[in-house]
């Protein structure tokens, strides 16, 4: 990350919209945006499958593995605009193939942590999961606020966008899906 270039940027963008970026007030304000920058950021360039490497291959489990409600934020590539909210991820492991559960919480951040959009962002999750343990399958769900639809546009806050990607097992079985969708706590009154 060329945090020097941001920070040239944000010079620009502050002298841009009309305000002087040398007042006492803005001084530090490009070289904080551009370490905000390269923390919230951090994903860009990684490799989320890379996190998942404990796999435990001696446990017998064939049942609906699901983390709910892991954190998330990331920034909207058409805005720039931060949206957050929260993944539910849920696996069914097969030839007793399963990782560390922090290892699915980090390949939430990873992915989450560049430009991106929503959609993609569910996806990635499930490919990341079906690519690396090879499952019996995998849901995601993600419900976020998007920041560029709150404060801007049409100006609607607390709208949740919920997205999911379903592969394997929960695509082929209605019960199971319907199960993994009661776990997480759907359909919701």
């Given at each position: 990350m060329d945090k020097e270039k941001i920070r040239k940027a944000?010079?620009?963008?502050?002298?841009?919209?009309?305000?002087?970026?040398d007042?006492?007030?803005?001084?530090?304000?490009?070289?904080?945006?551009?370490?905000?920058?390269?923390?919230?950021?951090?994903?860009?360039?990684?490799?989320?499958?890379?996190?998942?490497?404990?796999?435990?291959e001696e446990e017998e489990h064939d049942e609906i593995i699901?983390?709910?409600?892991?954190p998330l934020y990331s920034v909207c590539e058409h805005h720039l605009v931060p949206f957050l909210g929260k993944a539910h991820?849920?696996?069914?492991?097969?030839?007793?193939?399963i990782t560390g559960l922090s290892k699915i919480a980090r390949v939430v951040d990873i992915l989450s942590r560049k430009l991106q959009v929503q959609?993609?962002?569910?996806?990635?999750?499930?490919?990341?999961?079906?690519?690396?343990?090879?499952?019996?399958?995998?849901?995601?769900?993600?419900?976020?606020?998007?920041?560029?639809?709150?404060?801007?546009?049409v100006k609607k806050p607390g709208t949740v966008t919920t997205t999911s990607a379903v592969k394997g097992i929960f695509r082929t079985s209605q019960k199971t899906r319907s199960e993994a969708?009661?776990?997480?706590?759907y359909p919701r009154g």
């Amino acid at each position: 990350m060329d945090k020097e270039k941001i920070r040239k940027a944000v010079r620009d963008i502050l002298e841009a919209i009309g305000d002087d970026p040398d007042r006492e007030g803005l001084r530090e304000t490009p070289r904080r945006v551009a370490d905000m920058y390269e923390e919230i950021l951090f994903g860009m360039n990684r490799n989320a499958e890379e996190e998942i490497k404990v796999v435990f291959e001696e446990e017998e489990h064939d049942e609906i593995i699901l983390l709910k409600n892991i954190p998330l934020y990331s920034v909207c590539e058409h805005h720039l605009v931060p949206f957050l909210g929260k993944a539910h991820v849920a696996y069914i492991p097969s030839e007793n193939r399963i990782t560390g559960l922090s290892k699915i919480a980090r390949v939430v951040d990873i992915l989450s942590r560049k430009l991106q959009v929503q959609e993609r962002l569910t996806t990635q999750i499930a490919s990341a999961i079906m690519n690396k343990l090879n499952p019996k399958g995998v849901l995601v769900v993600i419900e976020a606020e998007h920041l560029c639809m709150s404060m801007r546009g049409v100006k609607k806050p607390g709208t949740v966008t919920t997205t999911s990607a379903v592969k394997g097992i929960f695509r082929t079985s209605q019960k199971t899906r319907s199960e993994a969708l009661a776990l997480i706590g759907y359909p919701r009154g």
